[in-house]
């Protein structure tokens, strides 16, 4: 695993990456950082699974500087260009899980697939979720998320048929709850279980 920094419109952020293969980025809720998704063991899974897992902290967040950004979607898309990735697999948790829907919807074509976990901010994307139909999303949520109420996941499943919904944990961040069965079905995911 390594630790590494990339210049994005001047503004120095921070990510950690592993293994080889197709790039698989991840992105961190409000109260967390790029770290966290090594300390679930998510990064070493993903890398294990035969990708790139690259774990990033938002601008401001953990040890990224804080930049002048449109929005967190946009730096998405600033970050992968920066990166020169051209399409990807990218996870989102919480206020990360918004930004990431937030970049899919109005970059398809960069998207292999997605992992939202208690994603907020899902009906503000309703009009837009169609042109995701056919690409692989997974949904992971808490049984008793308190933040994201389960109907932002329903909303996603109605309108995309290629998504799935499962129940990993009690609360909002079910990742904390219950790492191993997490990664378990995010592996079972990438490998198209």
């Known amino acids: 695993m390594k630790d ?4 994005v419109k001047g503004v ?3 990510f950690v990456e592993e293994g080889e293969g197709k790039p698989f980025l991840l992105f961190h809720g409000a109260r967390f950082n790029a770290y966290t998704w090594v300390e679930t063991n998510t990064v070493k ?3 294990s699974a035969g990708f790139k897992a690259i774990s990033v902290d938002f601008p401001g967040f953990g040890k990224s500087q ?4 449109d929005s967190l979607s946009d730096f998405i898309k600033d970050f992968m260009d920066a990166m020169s990735i051209q399409k990807a ?4 948790a919480s206020m990360g899980g918004e930004a990431v829907l937030g970049f899919a919807v109005n970059n398809p074509e960069m998207v292999e697939g997605l992992v939202l976990v208690g994603a ?7 009009s837009k979720l169609k042109s ?3 690409k692989p999303i997974l949904l992971i949520w808490g049984e008793k998320d308190s933040v994201s109420p389960r109907r932002n996941a329903e909303i996603i499943l109605n309108h995309v048929k290629t998504a799935k919904l499962v129940i990993v944990g009690k609360q909002h961040a079910c990742y904390l709850d219950d790492p191993m069965r997490f990664n ?4 079972k995911f990438l490998k198209g279980e």
């Open 66 to 69: 804080n930049g002048d950004f």
């Open 12 to 14: 120095k952020i921070h």
């Open 45 to 47: 899974s993903i890398s």
């Open 184 to 187: 378990d079905e995010l592996t």
């Open 4 to 7: 590494d920094f990339i210049s």
């Open 120 to 126: 907020v901010g899902v009906p503000s994307y309703e």
């Open 89 to 92: 697999y990218l996870m989102g």
């Open 132 to 134: 995701l139909d056919g």
